[in-house]
């Protein structure tokens, strides 16, 4: 492990030489404005509208300089969530306006420092949160986002870290409480934020975790909880034959009729958390019939029920909490929890598949069909699988929209790089 934690050191500083000299206008301070006829490009993911896939495209965009507080990053890779498909059709609350590099964590090396930053030097290796802008070779970001990945911890291991395990931790720990011998019931058993809450679950003694998930990922995951279900099967039944009680802390991502069912299943002073919508997206773009039809079976939460059958429901929002309600500080605390549970090697990223940015596209496709195992990451190093010329998602110096013509894309899909 030492061994690899040195390769890892000589990559970083190798990689800070052969871009040597890039960085030297921020030796002054890096916050000053670039000359007039020097101004840097680099590839970015663009999303010039919200809708379908045919809205995504690899274009060139001016590089941005760290403002002050800020770190600029070299990123290496990008983790790609399924907000990130919902931020893509619109389907979130005040949706940014288009266009915009989508994205909100990644990894890579620090490039130039902001005026007024500490704790940083140029060339540590960095994972971050960022407010969009994360797929792209280079972005900035307040340095009260960004940590330092340990040693033995890869780049694709660090970009699937932040989102899924601060989630994790943060619905476990701070709002539910968990403690030894309760039980939790998880959807998505198979993805990102499921095998985190596995894995930290598997931290504290005598926990049973009831998971649901597609029957496919059933074999690659039955080690990670106590009880699988098929995530088109009756779970409740299932889950009160081996627990008549039910359970302490149900962690919802779907919503719409599992709301009710997740209550249901609540013991006395159990916790329901919904961290997500996902039954909301049955398309490749916004729906309002799926939105309808979710709302409509959401159970309708009396609070006079909750109060007599001593159950506690609740809302978690990662990104909410870190850009709109300015809990950096509570993050970082996290972090440094979760960052010792790794060097403990008590948890451990799960990354599903490698993409390159070209490959954007089936990457989301890929996560839309739930057919990843763990997180999917954008590896902005990785060269796409040759296709046609034409692909839709080859780099575009405008950075226009070009609709796909029909049929363009018909038996076209790129193989990811499967770790």
Partial sequence: MAKEGAEKADETEQMIEKEGGKEAAEGSGGSSSLRAGDTKEMRAVLLSGFGGLNKLRVAKKVMPEPQEGELKIRVKACGLNFIDLMVRQGNIDNPPKTPLVPGFECSGIIE??????????????VMAFVNYNAWAEVVCTPVEFVYK???????????????????????????????????????????????????????????????????????????????????????????????????????????????????????????????????MVTGETKSFFSFAKSWWQVEKVNPIKLYEENKVIAGFSLLNLLFKQGRSGLIKGIMDKLITLYNEKKIKPLVDSLWALEEVKEAMQRIHDRGNIGKLILDVEKAPTPLMANDSTETSEAGEEE???????ENKERMPFIQ
């Fill in 403 to 409: 609709e796909d013509h029909e049929g363009d894309n």
């Fill in 149 to 279: 990945i340990p040693d033995d911890m890869s780049f694709s291991e660090a970009a699937a870290f932040p989102m899924n395990f601060v989630t994790a931790y943060m619905m476990l720990f701070e709002v539910a409480n968990l403690r030894e011998g309760m039980s939790v019931l998880v959807h998505s058993a198979g993805g990102g934020v499921g095998q985190a809450i596995a894995q930290l679950c598997s931290t504290i003694p005598s926990v049973t975790v009831f998971g649901t998930a597609s029957s496919f990922k059933h074999e690659a995951i039955k080690d990670s909880v106590t009880h699988l279900f098929d995530r088109n099967a009756d779970y409740v039944q299932e889950v009160k034959r081996i627990s008549a009680e039910g359970v302490d802390i149900v962690l919802d991502c779907l919503c719409g009729e599992n709301t009710g069912k997740g209550l249901s299943l609540l013991k006395p002073l159990g916790t329901y958390i919904l961290y997500g919508s996902s039954n």
């Fill in 112 to 125: 130039a420092l902001g005026d007024n930053v500490a704790g940083f030097e140029i060339g540590d290796r």
